[in-house]
């Protein structure tokens, strides 16, 4: 449904001969004056034969109701003086007929219909194509009138109702997607009822404003925002009361409802669990209709009830009149008070919405075209393989789920498109002939062309595909939201839960079974809380306990609703021929809404030459079904070669600085890991100034893992931590990477820091 008021632009319409006797184009209906408008005038509504519904101030609407095609305007001014009880002479006709002229409402001298400019709104239904013409909707929709009976209504909402709090909450759907997609057949079901109850959707709207007594129009599909959508029209609507046409607005959900209990019923005749999907889709079908922010059924909910037929025309004067200056203006105030306070909270809330929805589709772009390319190209593999196989049901999945990529993808491309149209059109015309605002103009459009460019220019990790661990909240897709430390959580009391008893042991996914002839060093995790989980085993041994020199700090949580931690910091004085001194940080999780973070810091000072300098630093952080957790490693050594012992003083302030490793194992709970590393270069910086003061030029930097006293310095790094909130079943691990640089400066260290959040 949609309504523009009895204003047009102003273009060329060829003007009557004087004394031309005015008839109405073809197609013009009129539904007379609004009932439970929210104006304090109410409008009168016209429909044109394209559909495009119009408002009319009562006077221009009794000059159109008195135009036949057989009264001149001496009959016509008679006609409306009585109407509306006023003097109304034949000049008056003559001003008001050209006033309804450019509307498209009336032929032209020539006895011609006239072809007038459609509204062309940005969030409108865009590329229609009719499949239903208005004789034959009223043919078929008729037999579906009786289900809006009250007693039927009533029935079919409990039943809804009691199906679905079932479904969701007693049988759940895990056994229905397990079933859907172990046999693609049943999956190609649950999509073309999904399809079919959209189009049956509409079918509630039309069969709805027939009960009410209106006449339903053409039914169709086209594209709305970025997805195909069918319509209905039912304009004729207008001419009912309230009720009436929010019994039409909410005659497609009721049909949804409908469609959940007819398959709840062939589920309990066939006993496909697959078919349990349609109900949620249904539910999810509706939850979205319910937005009132674009035009879907929420949409017109509220416009009926507010009785403002087109509420994104209230936007611009609503805002307006949010201004001082402004409020008792009369663009303003042609609302009744209380649906001037509801249209304002509307446009407060839709305005901002709708812009962070095109600034973060901006900025978020690359990201989703690489995910697009990325599931096409898994798509597409999947069709090749199943094609092989014959498989012709998975064939048809692995094509539904490349339509299902590519058309949002083209339907984004094609709204930015739009709108750039659209706001370049504008300005054009805002600037034409007017230097001073053709050089803002400009600047203007230099300086979107440089966002732009700065969101969308392919460098770095830009258009990586989105990860399952992310999770995608408004600050990440900000430019530098995605850096912001995280501080780790505080400690909060572990609720006692029991073990489970037998579980499945499962491997990762990919890993290979292990045989009696090749068998796999693992370590097994035991979940607890989920008497359903598996045991997952990990393809590599439990840590060995440290040895002597060795720095150690294992976590293995699975507690849910715990902070469990462990930090373990060392120094080390290395006067054998072998230097081999390991540093771990082993964060191992699986529990629900738990933290689990292990810390190792070490210092190893090697006096005197050593043959053999082969450290290790590792950092390892591994977590399954871990939901809404954080898992964190962090590893972070420092190697450091003196020609001899130092003195007492060096030592004395070496002890001194390493002393403040104590209270940073008490404060670490409440920093961010950005702050952690920071403590732990400072400790490195100053005991390295110590040494250069007192060993300036006998102090040798040796590399981790050199066999021989080779000038040379190692670090190695990873990402700054990210949390997770929802890890899929299978395992993830994230060693270390190592990389070797030559410093620009040349201080006497080998140093490794590592740090390794979990990562799906």
Same mark, same amino acid.
């Given at each position: ?66 135009? !036949? ?87 079919? @909402? ?56 209106? $006449? ?74 319910? $937005? ?20 994104? /025309? ?33 446009? @407060? ?117 989105? /990860? ?40 990762? /996914? ?170 732990? !270069? ?21 590399? #981790? ?22 890890? #899929? ?17 040349? #201080? ?9 959040? $979990?990562?799906?």
């Amino acid at each position: 449904m949609s309504v523009t008021s009895g204003t047009a632009p102003d273009r060329d319409v060829q003007a009557p001969r004087p004394g031309a006797v005015p008839s109405r184009a073809d197609g013009v209906r009129l539904i007379g004056e609004m009932s439970g408008s929210g104006y304090r005038r109410p409008p009168a509504l016209v429909r044109r034969a394209d559909g495009q519904v119009l408002q009319l101030t009562p006077l221009l609407y009794r000059v159109l109701e008195a135009v !036949d095609g057989d009264a001149d305007h001496a009959v016509i001014a008679e006609r409306v003086g009585r109407a509306v009880n006023r003097r109304v002479g034949a000049r008056d006709v003559e001003v008001l007929l050209d006033k309804l002229r450019p509307l498209g409402v009336l032929r032209l001298a020539d006895g011609t219909d006239p072809a007038p400019r459609k509204a062309n709104p940005l969030l409108g239904l865009r590329m229609r194509c009719v499949i239903s013409d208005e004789d034959t909707t009223r043919r078929v929709t008729a037999p579906f009138t009786w289900l809006f009976h009250p007693l039927v209504v009533v029935a079919l @909402v409990l039943a809804f109702v009691g199906v679905s709090f079932w479904v969701l909450f007693e049988k759940g759907l895990a056994g229905a997607a397990y079933e859907a997609f172990e046999q693609p057949s049943l999956l190609l079901l649950v999509f073309a009822v999904t399809i079919l109850s959209a189009g049956f959707h509409e079918f509630g709207h039309a069969a709805a404003a027939r009960y009410g007594g209106a $006449t339903p129009g053409a039914m169709g599909f086209g594209m709305y925002l970025m997805w195909p959508a069918f319509y209905t029209d039912v304009t004729d609507s207008y001419r009912l009361g309230k009720a009436g046409r929010l019994r039409t607005d909410l005659g497609g959900l009721y049909f949804n409802a409908i469609v959940s209990v007819v398959v709840f019923g062939v589920w309990l005749v066939s006993g496909w669990d697959a078919l349990l999907l349609v109900i949620a889709t249904q539910l999810l079908q509706m939850v979205r209709q319910l $937005t009132p922010l674009v035009r879907f059924d929420g949409y017109h909910v509220l416009a009926d009830l507010t009785g403002v037929p087109d509420l994104f /025309q209230r936007i611009k004067p609503t805002l307006l009149g949010l201004l001082p200056n402004r409020w008792r203006s009369p663009e303003t105030t042609v609302l009744k008070p209380w649906a001037r306070v509801v249209v304002t909270l509307w446009v @407060v809330v839709v305005v901002p919405v709708l812009l962070l929805s095109f600034v973060l589709m901006v900025l978020t772009l690359p990201r989703i075209i690489g995910t697009a390319v990325r599931g096409v190209e898994q798509q597409w593999a999947g069709l090749g393989a199943a094609f092989d196989e014959g498989d012709l049901a998975l064939s048809a999945v692995r094509v539904l789920g490349i339509v299902a990529i590519a058309v949002p993808m083209a339907g984004i491309l094609y709204l930015l498109a739009r709108m750039v149209k659209r706001a370049v059109l504008k300005v054009v015309t805002w600037s034409s002939g007017k230097p001073g605002r053709r050089a803002v103009a400009v600047v203007a459009l230099l300086a979107v062309l440089a966002g732009l460019a700065y969101a969308w220019w392919p460098e770095g990790d830009r258009y990586r595909p989105i /990860q399952p661990g992310e999770r995608g909240t408004v600050q990440d897709a900000l430019p530098m939201g995605a850096s912001a430390p995280r501080a780790l959580p505080a400690d909060t009391e572990a609720a006692p839960v029991a073990v489970a008893a037998k579980r499945k042991v499962v491997l990762p /996914q990919g890993a290979a079974l292990p045989t009696k002839g090749k068998p796999i060093p693992a370590m097994v995790l035991t979940p607890v809380g989920n008497p359903t989980a598996p045991r997952l085993v990990y393809p590599f041994q439990r840590p060995e306990p440290p040895g002597p020199g060795d720095n150690q700090a294992v976590v293995i949580n699975t507690t849910d609703g715990s902070v469990q931690y462990e930090v373990s910091f060392g120094l080390v004085w290395a006067t054998e021929d072998k230097v081999d001194n390991r540093n771990e940080a082993w964060a191992l999780a699986s529990c629900q809404n738990c933290a689990t973070v292990a810390i190792a810091f070490q210092i190893v000072l090697v006096v005197g030459k050593a043959n053999v300098v082969i450290p290790e630093n590792v950092a390892v952080a591994v977590n399954h079904t871990c939901v809404d957790c954080l898992t964190y490693a962090l590893a972070s050594q420092l190697v450091v070669t003196l020609s001899g012992e130092p003195d007492e003083a060096a030592k004395a302030e070496i002890a001194a600085i390493w002393g403040r490793m104590t209270g940073l194992a008490d404060r670490v709970q409440g920093m961010t890991t950005t702050q952690i590393q920071a403590e732990f !270069d400072s400790v490195k910086r100053d005991i390295l100034t110590v040494l250069q003061n007192h060993d300036p030029v006998t102090t040798t930097p040796v590399p #981790p893992s050199s066999p021989t006293g080779t000038t040379g310095a190692t670090t190695t790094t990873t990402p700054n931590p990210t949390e997770s909130s929802s890890i #899929p079943p299978s395992s993830s691990t994230s060693p270390a990477p190592s990389s070797s640089e030559q410093p620009t400066t040349s #201080p006497p260290l080998s140093e490794g820091s590592s740090a390794v959040p $979990t990562s799906p």
